[in-house]
């Protein structure tokens, strides 16, 4: 009989962001299949006994392909038990949830979904801010910063992106982020529009800065590091004391 899979949303990273069913559910794991950013303290939480396997990706290092993530999925599963699929953040933003259920329904393995806490969610509450503000931001959207190959996706809706009302908030943004901020501004948002680069939420090498849209992209021009982090962007209540 074919085992039965639980992707599982770790948070931004921090083991005390997670929900008690995926505790529960990661205390009863056989075998964890991990993202880069779901490793550390958060696999502690894992069964003792459970067969640990990384499978993540991260932008600049050899990654595994996603068919064979997919592949390595159904392989454990087919082989019966409790598998869970550790994924960082939320499971159904910007982390390929889609391909892998795909593969899960052709091989005919049951599976469940449990959210979990979104970094831009983490990032806000870090900065002690709101992602949606009355009268001023009554729109949220979430956009990714990278394609497939690594460069900023051609077919953004840069009228959507550009309004100045709405909280944007930009998964894997680093390296392209010039160039859409550039963009951004060509479509008519403010240079001074407010930014918040957040790196490693809710982790002990957390870092959050204050910035504008402008001078945000200026900084990454010149470095981006190699710390994981997300940019918020819009009509934002930045406060003084933002870390």
């Not at 982390?95 to 259920?101: F, K, N, Q, S, Y």
């Not at 077919?155 to 009302?165: Q, S």
């Not at 710390?227 to 406060?239: H, K, W």
Request: hydrophobic residues 40%.
């Amino acid at each position: 009989m074919a085992g039965f899979v639980s992707f599982v949303g770790s948070g931004p990273g921090d083991p005390e962001l997670l929900t008690l069913k995926a505790l529960k559910r990661l205390k009863q794991a056989e075998v964890v299949l991990y993202d880069d950013l779901s490793a550390g303290n958060i696999l502690d939480e894992a069964n003792a006994n459970a067969t640990l396997v990384g499978v993540g990706k991260r932008a600049g290092r050899h990654s595994p392909k996603q068919h064979h993530v997919s592949q390595l999925l159904v392989d454990y599963a087919q082989l019966g038990g409790q598998i869970v699929r550790l994924k960082s953040g939320d499971p159904g933003i910007f982390g390929r949830l889609e391909e892998e259920i795909d593969a899960l329904d052709q091989a005919h393995i049951q599976f469940e979904i449990i959210p979990g806490v979104t970094s831009a969610s983490a990032a806000a509450a870090a900065a002690a801010i709101p992602l949606t503000r009355r009268l001023h931001a009554r729109r949220l959207q979430f956009v990714t910063g990278h394609d497939v190959v690594g460069t900023l996706p051609e077919n953004l809706n840069m009228a959507a992106l550009a309004d100045p009302e709405c909280t944007t908030v930009i998964y894997m943004p680093k390296r392209t982020f010039p160039t859409l901020a550039q963009r951004l501004m060509d479509h008519g948002l403010a240079q001074d529009t407010p930014a918040l680069l957040a790196e490693s939420v809710s982790q002990s090498e957390e870092n959050i800065t204050p910035s504008t849209l402008e001078a945000l992209a200026f900084q990454l021009s010149k470095k981006t590091g190699s710390a994981p982090g997300l940019i918020l962007l819009g009509p934002l209540a930045l406060r003084n004391d933002s870390k």
